[in-house]
């Protein structure tokens, strides 16, 4: 879905370095996440907005930060990367819907690897 | 909070077959369940879902059941082609306003 992006696709870098993964989206969508990726773990929520005002903390949120800059940007940031945050990062938005059903559309995910 | 347990981690079945995915939930009060595609090396997509006031929902060859008095939901998937070989995520919306997900079924459709 192009109406979500994330920048970096791909981030190699160094344990205690600071990094930040961005998601934009052109959907007009006010409620954005972002989750974690890990092999038989499926997707962990770190952090959630429903608006720009409203920042949650959601399952792993330990060790990282977020920032909602605007309503179509979302910024992940890992103050002092480790290793055990090598995963597939993957943001998302969704708009309420009737009787809480709502769909939410991912992006294309932000592979990061810290050695 | 919420607690969602998904069932197998991976599911290998012959083309033509069907398959089976299963979620348990722990909060009563739960009352949306989608159901996710992941193919490899793409983003999860929305494929079907269901609301508590309903028992199944059909599309086409998949399909959805719920059991609200056993707080558990399934993935039904018929005549399973090779395309159908993805990780399928259940979810469900939970009293805070978001998804929980389950850990994630490996499908795998061998011609």
């Known amino acids: 879905d192009a109406d979500v992006t994330q920048t970096p696709r791909n981030r190699i870098t160094k344990t205690g370095k600071r990094i930040m993964l961005e998601c934009s989206q052109t959907k007009g969508h006010d409620r954005m996440y972002w989750y974690r990726q890990d092999p038989g773990l499926g997707l962990q929520l770190i952090y959630y907005?429903?608006?720009?005002?409203?920042?949650n903390k959601g399952e792993i949120s330990d060790g990282y930060s977020v920032s909602r800059q605007a309503q179509a940007k979302f910024s992940l940031s890992l103050e002092s990367a480790i290793p055990n945050q090598t995963a597939l990062y993957f943001c998302?938005?969704?708009?309420?819907?009737?009787?809480?059903?709502?769909?939410?559309?991912f992006g294309p995910g932000t592979r990061l690897l810290v050695l | 909070g919420e607690n969602v347990e998904q069932h197998p981690s991976t599911l290998s079945v012959q083309e033509g077959d069907s398959a089976v995915i299963k979620c348990t939930y722990s909060d009563s009060a739960s009352n949306y369940f989608p159901w996710y595609k992941q193919e490899l090396g793409k983003r999860p997509q929305l494929i079907i879902d269901i609301r508590s006031n309903v028992g199944e929902k059909k599309d086409q060859r998949i399909a959805v059941t719920l059991n609200k008095t056993a707080k558990h939901f399934s993935l039904h998937i018929t005549e399973t082609q090779p395309e159908d070989s993805a990780v399928y995520f259940c979810a469900v919306f939970d009293q805070g306003g978001k998804l929980i997900f389950g850990q994630g079924t490996e499908l795998s459709v061998k011609p």
């Open positions: 907005s429903f608006d720009v005002k409203d920042i």
């Open positions: 998302a938005t969704s708009v309420p819907g009737q009787g809480n059903q709502e769909t939410q559309y």
